[in-house]
């Protein structure tokens, strides 16, 4: 870019502490946004460019590779300041239209595709898990084993009490309301196991 950018953005920082009177650590956050938009647009343009050669999309494109790197508010405050910006050069006569006018900071979230365990995979697990050799070692088992036959939240775990672990019917009471519990039914194998930790596992954590 043939134009001295730097010399514009101080200029237009110059004009925010003076008369917008704002404070140093906005106009701070301010001259961090319109350096870097304009060292993109540097790169982007030609040498023999201004400010008239700045497009809406153009600035688009930089949004849209800022969008990989930075959050949703950080996208959303580099708009405001961009629009300030393009607005003041206008305003100066630096240019004759302000490209940044509709300009939007979408960040579209990424979507991580949830990873799915196959049935192969789960048994290798849990046989992994059952040869447990310490004591934490086993509950991590029942915790895992737990989690996955009955179907439980997280949170749902977490509210279990050893009252709600019925060993002889195989079943787990689960609360679901505030004073309500469902009962999920879980396996033999498991309840022996969860018979198990309770009677030799759990009371070695007592005293740690």
Not at 18 to 46: I, M, Q, W
Not at 98 to 111: E, F, I, M
Not at 164 to 180: C, M
């Amino acid at each position: 870019m043939s134009l001295d950018w730097k010399q514009d953005a101080q200029d237009f920082l110059d004009h925010l502490r003076g008369f917008r009177k704002l404070s140093e650590n906005t106009v701070t956050a301010y001259s961090k946004d319109v350096e870097h938009v304009c060292l993109f647009l540097e790169a982007s343009l030609p040498p023999d460019a201004d400010w008239v050669d700045v497009t809406s999309g153009l600035l688009e494109d930089y949004f849209t590779w800022l969008s990989e790197s930075f959050s949703e508010t950080s996208l959303s405050r580099k708009v405001t300041s961009l629009r300030a910006f393009f607005r003041w050069l206008l305003a100066s006569g630096r240019m004759r239209s302000d490209p940044a006018k509709g300009l939007k900071a979408s960040r579209k979230p990424t979507q991580r595709q949830p990873l799915i365990l196959s049935e192969a995979q789960i048994d290798q697990l849990f046989q992994s898990l059952s040869q447990a050799s310490t004591p934490r070692a086993f509950r991590d088992y029942i915790i895992v084993r737990v989690l996955y036959e009955a179907g439980l939240r997280v949170a749902e775990l977490l509210s279990l009490r050893v009252q709600d672990v019925n060993i002889e019917e195989h079943k787990l009471r689960i609360a679901v309301s505030r004073g309500k519990r469902r009962e999920v039914p879980i396996s033999e194998a498991l309840a022996g196991a969860i018979d198990r930790y309770l009677r030799e596992v759990r009371p070695r954590f007592a005293g740690s």
